[in-house]
């Protein structure tokens, strides 16, 4: 009777501990889908954030027409924009979450996302009104950075 429950007990902790690892997998550097910025994924009281950590360039649309110093200054100012809110893990996914929309820079869409290929890949299900689409981001190990700098 005490093995079983011993068993018992491990095999929920075990449990328990898988969902929290899984939960967490989220977090860390992401090459967002267009690969021009590196967005950090962080977690405040059971809420995941995504901040840009780096811009690694702006797009060319808006990039012809500034000097060398405006585009520096343009990244500078980008750098630390919240351009993901609000998700909550369930199950297997982050739910709930706001997306910042790069074309008009403030209308949030609503997204989901779930991580696939060893975890390397985060998949956002984004949706606005009826249009919805699938962007993926790319995990960076903070060491591939290092390396680039």
Known sequence: MKTKLLYTTLLLLSALAH??????????????HEKNAIVEIYEEGNI????????????EEKSKAL?????QKGKAQMKGKLVLTDLTFKKDKWVN??????K???TRA???AY???AN???????????????????????NALADEK
Not at 48 to 59: D, N
């Open 19 to 32: 969902g929290q690892d899984q939960k967490d997998a989220i977090q860390g550097l992401w090459l967002n």
């Open 48 to 59: 995941y954030y995504g901040r840009i950590h780096e811009v690694l360039a702006i797009p």
């Open 67 to 71: 000097t060398a110093e405006q585009r």
């Open 97 to 102: 979450g706001k997306i910042l929309n790069p």
């Open 104 to 106: 008009d820079n403030s």
């Open 110 to 112: 609503s997204c989901t």
């Open 115 to 117: 991580l696939e290929n």
């Open 120 to 142: 390397n890949d985060l998949n956002l299900r984004i949706k606005k009104g009826f249009l919805s689409a699938t962007k993926v981001w790319t995990r960076v190990e903070d």
